[in-house]
């Protein structure tokens, strides 16, 4: 679409930004004719990054991310094993491991305010109050 280059309804930032519903709408127009797959390969080959974009049960069947080793599993109290995504890079020296997994909404609550210096008197009465 090289028309688009030239036309002054796109010539700037702000002027995309402006018309951003027509400008989305003409390359939808052109991304429909083409597979992900194809865009990507296209793309790619032009010098522009890219790459698909997963839904979530798609992720760890990537054969980048296998090779990589970026997907962990760790256990989950009530979820047990389950495979998370890592750090993307690989240190040498200060490789990265994922230990746990993300704790439930509140878990350490009682812990983080005890640490921060209330009583077990005090986190009482929060929770009484509604405030945690």
Known sequence: MPELATNPDYKTGKSRSDNRKAL???IEAVTKTRTSAEWIERLNKAGVPSGPIYKMNEVFADPQVQHLGIAQTVH????GDIALV?????LS??????RTASPDAGEHTDAILAELGYSQGDIARLREKGVV
């Not at 989950?76 to 979820?79: F, I, S, V």
């Not at 020296?93 to 994922?98: A, K």
Request: hydrophobic share 35%; aromatic share 0%.
């Open 76 to 79: 989950h109290k009530t979820l």
């Open 86 to 90: 890592g750090q993307a890079v690989t």
């Open 24 to 26: 989305n709408a003409a």
């Open 93 to 98: 020296r200060t490789p990265s491991r994922l």
